[in-house]
């Protein structure tokens, strides 16, 4: 399930330049039409946060991720920036819900294991993109159109929703949960962190072929390759971040997280040549991978509320910096530039340094 969910994502981050030279849309047009999917979000905050507590995880996620994948063809039907917006509005309504779903089994099994997996877990999301990325590439080679591409996944969607829906634990809630809970302090300081690094994340999927293409003048098949560096050590990453956590603790794991983060977000906007942009992407993926998967552990070990409405809200806060963040690339490319843009997302990176700091974990 984390797989698909993260196959769906990176295979619309694989052609969002393809749909911006189609439609005509300048960076920041591109800014502004990406703004949809963090509204779509916030529409279904309260939503997610409720269902989960009526029907259960199992089946939100079964019919979120069914629907997502469905959304996922309407971005390649759109004929327009009109449709488009609206498209992307309901992919960041299921995103939501499909996140919160996901993480809750994650959290579940983490729980009969009893020991870090989780950020394993977010290991496989990062694979799919990795996987996507290369899709995408693929695709973009032979000249096969969005729709076509995207029709694709959703059949591999199908197909994988019906082998693995039998096997996610069936968590039926009888008690009638709140339609909407505001997180505790602790609770939003993990929210706070996760938001941090997420828009560094949600930076780097929708604009690192766009960053390489025109501030680093990448030619042909190169125009990926950061994108292509970047999942690749975020996804190594998470597969030794929970060993690395047990072992120095997670102040400590955070704290490196965004340094990392920042470090190279600086690097590529210095040096914004092939080999060093790509090597700042990759301690950029190197910071990314741990944050999110460690903060939605802890806060499904949450002591003040159930784990499927603790992590409704941290990560709700979370993602949206992973929709926020592109949109705002897009505005200030629009004023100043790319990398004036990226700058900027690398404060957010010194950020999770400082919070991880001040914070009690």
């Known amino acids: 399930m984390f797989f698909m969910t993260g196959l769906c994502f990176a295979s619309w981050a694989s052609r969002i330049a393809t749909i911006q030279q189609d439609l005509g849309l300048s960076d920041a047009a591109l800014g502004g039409v990406l703004f949809a999917t963090p509204v779509g979000l916030m529409a279904s905050l309260p939503f997610s946060g409720w269902i989960i507590t009526k029907i259960g995880s199992r089946k939100l996620l079964i019919a979120a991720l069914i629907v997502y994948a ?36 994650a959290v579940a099994a983490e729980e009969l294991y009893q020991k870090p997996i989780l950020a394993s877990f977010h290991g496989l999301w990062s694979l799919a993109g990795f996987a996507g990325a290369g899709i995408g590439t693929f695709m973009i080679g032979k000249q096969i159109i969005p729709l076509h591409h995207f029709s694709i996944i959703f059949a591999l969607i199908i197909i994988a929703v019906a082998v693995t829906s039998g096997y996610l634990k069936n968590d039926k809630v009888t008690s009638s949960g709140p339609v909407f809970v505001l997180p505790d302090n602790s609770l939003i300081k993990l929210g706070i962190i996760a938001f941090c690094s997420m828009i560094c994340e949600g930076a780097m999927f929708d604009w690192s072929v766009i960053y390489f293409k025109k501030v680093v003048f990448a030619q042909g098949a190169w125009m990926g390759a950061g994108y292509t560096a970047f999942m690749l050590t975020m996804a190594g990453g998470r597969f030794i971040a929970d060993w690395f956590a047990h072992r120095f603790g997670l102040k400590r794991t955070l704290q490196l997280s965004g340094m990392l983060t920042a470090t190279g977000l600086i690097l590529a906007v210095v040096f914004p040549y092939i080999y060093t942009a790509m090597a700042g992407f990759l301690l950029v993926g190197f910071g990314v991978s741990s944050v999110v998967p460690l903060v939605y552990s802890a806060a499904g070990k949450s002591k003040t509320m159930s784990a499927g409405v603790a992590l409704a809200a941290v990560s709700t806060i979370g993602f949206m910096g992973f929709l926020v963040g592109p949109p705002i ?26 919070f991880a700091t001040k914070a009690k974990i």
């Open 70 to 105: 469905c959304c996922l063809v309407t971005l390649g039907l759109a004929q327009n920036t009109f449709q488009l917006i609206i498209c992307l509005a309901f992919f960041g309504f299921s995103s939501n819900a499909v996140n919160i779903s996901v993480n809750t089994q």
């Open 329 to 354: 690339i897009g505005f200030i490319a629009g004023l100043a530039s790319l990398r004036a843009s990226f700058t900027l997302i690398a404060a957010m990176g010194i950020c999770v340094t400082v």
